[in-house]
Structures are given as C-alpha cells and as structure tokens.
C-alpha cells in the first residue's frame, strides 16, 4: 500500500548553478529550472543551509531537544561533506517537504531531461517508507 508514503524529490546542481540557487533564485540561468519548479509550486531549498538552520536553532533554542545536532554539526563542519550538501536540493511542493507520489512523480517527469544539461547533475526520489532510509544515528549517553 504505497498511498501511505510520503515523497520527496531532490536534485544535485553543477557548482555555478548551485550557487545561483542559493544567492540569485531568479537568476537567468536557472530559468528552464525555476520555470519547472513554479508550475509545480515547488522551491529548492539548499541541504547544507537546512542543515545549518537546523543548527542555529537547537544552539539557540538548547541542543537538548535536537536530536541530530551532534551529526548535523559535525556533518556541515566537513569540508567534504559541506562541498557535497552546497550542492543538493530538496524540493519542496506547495511548501511541503514530503508530498502525494502523484506529485513527487510528475515533478520527476519534468525535471529529467534537465540532468547532464548544465544545471541538474542529479536527480532523485525518497519515500518516506522507515525501511527505505537509514535511521537517526544512535545517541551518546
């Protein structure tokens, strides 16, 4: 029964194309991208700024009660790991982080032949499914 799940779409950008993504959304170069995007209602949010809020804020509000702080902090403090996540993108649809798989597939469909074109290095589609992802990393204590 896959009507249960949840989708998520992401997508890996060229270096330039990320960093237009990030400091210029409405930047020419992205516009076969960003015209996908709007009739989908869907906006990229960058990972490694995802996470880096997500740091800010368990620092300011109390690590205590976010569980992956240590392995979001550790993982944006990685050279390697910070270069990887400048690149990637959630797409998120009507505001939504996961969404219906009709929508998660027809942005997919539209989003395909952009891969390999000079913007879209990556293209790929989670499901909410607990088997299909990995687990929170365990806790110290």
């Not at 995007?37 to 700024?49: E, F, K, N, S």
Request: charged content about 25%; glycine content about 6%.
């Amino acid at each position: 029964m896959s009507d249960q799940w949840q989708y998520q779409v992401r997508i890996n950008l060229e270096e330039d194309s990320a960093r237009a993504a990030r400091q210029s959304p409405d930047a020419p170069s992205l516009k076969p991208l960003t015209d996908i995007l709007g009739r989908h209602d869907a906006a990229p949010i960058c990972q490694y700024d995802a996470f880096a809020g997500y740091v800010a804020e368990a620092e300011a509000q109390g690590i205590e009660n976010y569980p992956l702080y240590e392995w979001t902090k550790v993982t944006i403090e990685n050279p390697a790991k910070q270069a990887k996540y400048l690149l990637s993108f959630t797409l998120y649809v009507g505001g939504d982080e996961v969404y219906a798989k009709h929508k998660a597939d027809a942005l997919l469909a539209e989003l395909e032949p952009l891969v390999g074109g000079g913007i879209v290095t990556k293209l790929s589609k989670y499901d909410t499914n607990p088997a299909n992802n990995p687990q929170p990393p365990a806790q110290k204590g």
